[in-house]
């Protein structure tokens, strides 16, 4: 057992955070999002809060933690929507607020520490001619750190494909969770090792991801006739080499209607959307493109219409800021992340409207997959039961040929791997013998016999 106590002396010298409504606060996330998890966390709470100041203050806490056997989940800004950052046995929540610093910026490249905030290492790019590859949709407050120990792709992923894709991470330096922790730095491969692993095999410190020379993005919203029509002219605007494209995203014509609040002037009723971001130089290949398509009306255009107006940019409404639009409109609304069969898709998308209706309300994110453009369905979900929801996630994948990465579940295994990862788990044992960090991720690491069965969830008690 922790002894809290002696532990929480010997961090007397840390920035140490003891107020139980910030520890509280500190110890929850965007878990809410999900009906499932808000039922399963809401208890879960960490004894204290420390903020290390830089790389040595986080060793030495390690170390302490260590030796007092206490659990440390790392936090960034606590944006994941999975309880990722949710400290399940307790103990100590590690908050990078700290460590925000960018450490170099080279050519191609930029150092930071790992605590810095997404938006903010954007802007001082920017000021130097340059920009991010990749970042999320709450890129706004969320940190680099936590966008590489627990995101998995965003604005962007259209021209460099996502965090997964070999070389939009270059380097993560971590350290272990040991008697005496090291400092590791993870390249090439190994850099899988600690990414999308919630942080359970080491303190992600550092990070070094390219960059490339900024280019002028512009927002623009198509309407269309239907959200195939929406889908077809998505992956044309995705195929079209003379077009330069951050964001390409698709929506069902209840999403723009009742959600998009801001953008209401420029939404038609009845009208699927078409959400891009697409380079200043590009648009008269996107307006050309748009004018071929008798489907297709462009609404909006951020370089004509914007004028006055304090709109807030068109991907604070797509990835999953798109579920976070609608449940502060209707709390009943949930969502799922999945990918349809891409070669039969617009079959598919036939299928699910007429089964489903206004159960399963789509919205497609588009990437570089494998070498092609390919559509990552975050559908919006009308919830009634868990039973419910658990059933419809077994008929999508029976069905349908749908994969879904349910967002249901805490553990790396049952989102999105749905398998354990062998490299993540070795590393593990390797970095954290005593388990110690973010208990109840993994649950190859608590429960190696655990076989995954539809409509069952793991659930960690220590
Ligand atoms: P946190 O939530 O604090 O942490 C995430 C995980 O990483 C946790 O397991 C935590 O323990 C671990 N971690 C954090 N920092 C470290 C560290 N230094 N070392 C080791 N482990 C660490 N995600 C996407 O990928 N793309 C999106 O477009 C996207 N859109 C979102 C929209 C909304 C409205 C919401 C609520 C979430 C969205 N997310 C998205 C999820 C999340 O916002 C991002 O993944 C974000 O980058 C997480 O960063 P964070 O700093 O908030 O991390």
Same mark, same amino acid.
């Given at each position: 057992?922790?002894?809290?106590?002696?532990?929480?002396?010997?961090?007397?010298?840390?920035?140490?955070?003891?107020?139980?409504?910030?520890?509280?606060?500190?110890?929850?996330?965007?878990?809410?999002?999900?009906?499932?998890?808000?039922?399963?966390?809401?208890?879960?709470?960490?004894?204290?809060?420390?903020?290390?100041?830089?790389?040595?203050?986080?060793?030495?806490?390690?170390?302490?933690?260590?030796?007092?056997?206490?659990?440390?989940?790392?936090?960034?800004?606590?944006?994941?929507?999975?309880?990722?950052?949710?400290?399940?046995?307790?103990?100590?929540?590690?908050?990078?607020?700290?460590?925000?610093?960018?450490?170099?910026?080279?050519?191609?490249?930029?150092?930071?520490?790992?605590?810095?905030?997404?938006?903010?290492?954007?802007?001082?790019?920017?000021?130097?001619?340059?920009?991010?590859?990749?970042?999320?949709?709450?890129?706004?407050?969320?940190?680099?750190?936590?966008?590489?120990?627990?995101?998995?792709?965003?604005?962007?992923?259209?021209?460099?494909?996502?965090?997964?894709?070999?070389?939009?991470?270059?380097?993560?330096?971590?350290?272990?969770?040991?008697?005496?922790?090291?400092?590791?730095?993870?390249?090439?491969?190994?850099?899988?090792?600690?990414?999308?692993?919630?942080?359970?095999?080491?303190?992600?410190?550092?990070?070094?991801?390219?960059?490339?020379?900024?280019?002028?993005?512009?927002?623009?919203?198509?309407?269309?006739?239907?959200?195939?029509?929406?889908?077809?002219?998505?992956?044309?605007?995705?195929?079209?080499?003379?077009?330069?494209?951050?964001?390409?995203?698709?929506?069902?014509?209840?999403?723009?209607?009742?959600?998009?609040?801001?953008?209401?002037?420029?939404?038609?009723?009845?009208?699927?959307?078409?959400?891009?971001?697409?380079?200043?130089?590009?648009?008269?290949?996107?307006?050309?493109?748009?004018?071929?398509?008798?489907?297709?009306?462009?609404?909006?255009?951020?370089?004509?219409?914007?004028?006055?107006?304090?709109?807030?940019?068109?991907?604070?409404?797509?990835?999953?800021?798109?579920?976070?639009?609608?449940?502060?409109?209707?709390?009943?609304?949930?969502?799922?992340?999945?990918?349809?069969?891409?070669?039969?898709?617009?079959?598919? $998308? &036939?299928?699910?409207?007429? !089964?489903?209706?206004? +159960?399963?309300?789509?919205? =497609?994110? #588009? @990437?570089?997959?494998?070498?092609?453009?390919?559509?990552?369905?975050?559908?919006?979900?009308?919830?009634?039961?868990?039973?419910?929801?658990?059933?419809?996630?077994?008929?999508?994948?029976?069905?349908?040929?749908?994969?879904?990465?349910?967002?249901?579940?805490?553990?790396?295994?049952?989102?999105?791997?749905?398998?354990?990862?062998?490299?993540?788990?070795?590393?593990?044992?390797?970095?954290?013998?005593?388990?110690?960090?973010?208990?109840?991720?993994? $649950? &190859?690491?608590?429960?190696? !016999?655990?076989?995954? +069965?539809?409509?069952?969830? =793991?659930? #960690? @008690?220590?």
């Amino acid at each position: 057992m922790p002894d809290l106590a002696t532990c929480r002396a010997a961090l007397a010298g840390f920035d140490v955070d003891e107020n139980p409504r910030s520890i509280q606060q500190k110890s929850r996330d965007f878990y809410w999002y999900s009906p499932i998890l808000k039922d399963q966390l809401g208890a879960v709470c960490a004894d204290l809060v420390v903020s290390p100041r830089n790389q040595d203050e986080v060793i030495a806490i390690l170390a302490i933690c260590h030796a007092h056997d206490m659990p440390v989940t790392v936090r960034g800004a606590g944006t994941g929507n999975y309880g990722q950052a949710m400290p399940l046995a307790g103990g100590v929540v590690l908050h990078m607020k700290h460590m925000t610093g960018v450490v170099h910026i080279g050519e191609d490249h930029v150092i930071a520490q790992s605590g810095a905030v997404l938006k903010d290492l954007e802007t001082t790019l920017r000021a130097q001619g340059y920009e991010l590859r990749l970042f999320p949709s709450t890129t706004a407050t969320a940190t680099i750190g936590g966008f590489i120990a627990g995101g998995s792709s965003g604005i962007g992923a259209i021209r460099w494909g996502g965090l997964r894709t070999p070389g939009n991470i270059r380097r993560i330096r971590l350290i272990t969770m040991e008697a005496a922790p090291r400092i590791i730095d993870l390249t090439g491969e190994d850099i899988f090792k600690a990414a999308h692993a919630y942080g359970v095999n080491g303190v992600i410190t550092e990070v070094e991801v390219p960059i490339d020379p900024a280019l002028d993005w512009v927002d623009a919203l198509i309407g269309t006739a239907d959200f195939a029509a929406a889908t077809r002219l998505a992956f044309a605007i995705g195929a079209e080499s003379s077009i330069d494209k951050r964001m390409i995203s698709t929506f069902a014509p209840e999403i723009p209607a009742r959600y998009f609040n801001r953008y209401t002037e420029f939404v038609t009723p009845g009208e699927a959307a078409v959400a891009v971001m697409v380079s200043r130089d590009s648009l008269p290949a996107l307006t050309a493109l748009i004018d071929a398509n008798p489907d297709a009306t462009l609404r909006f255009r951020a370089d004509r219409d914007k004028g006055e107006r304090r709109l807030t940019a068109l991907y604070e409404y797509a990835w999953n800021h798109t579920t976070l639009r609608a449940l502060k409109v209707d709390p009943s609304i949930t969502y799922l992340q999945m990918m349809l069969p891409q070669d039969t898709i617009y079959d598919s $998308i &036939a299928r699910l409207e007429a !089964d489903f209706g206004d +159960e399963l309300v789509m919205h =497609f994110e #588009f @990437t570089q997959f494998s070498g092609r453009v390919a559509a990552v369905a975050m559908p919006l979900v009308r919830y009634t039961s868990a039973a419910r929801l658990e059933q419809l996630i077994a008929l999508l994948e029976a069905d349908y040929g749908v994969t879904v990465f349910n967002p249901h579940r805490i553990t790396l295994e049952e989102g999105g791997m749905k398998k354990t990862d062998p490299a993540q788990l070795d590393f593990k044992r390797q970095t954290d013998p005593k388990g110690l960090l973010n208990p109840g991720k993994m $649950i &190859a690491w608590t429960d190696p !016999d655990w076989v995954p +069965e539809p409509g069952r969830a =793991f659930l #960690f @008690t220590h």
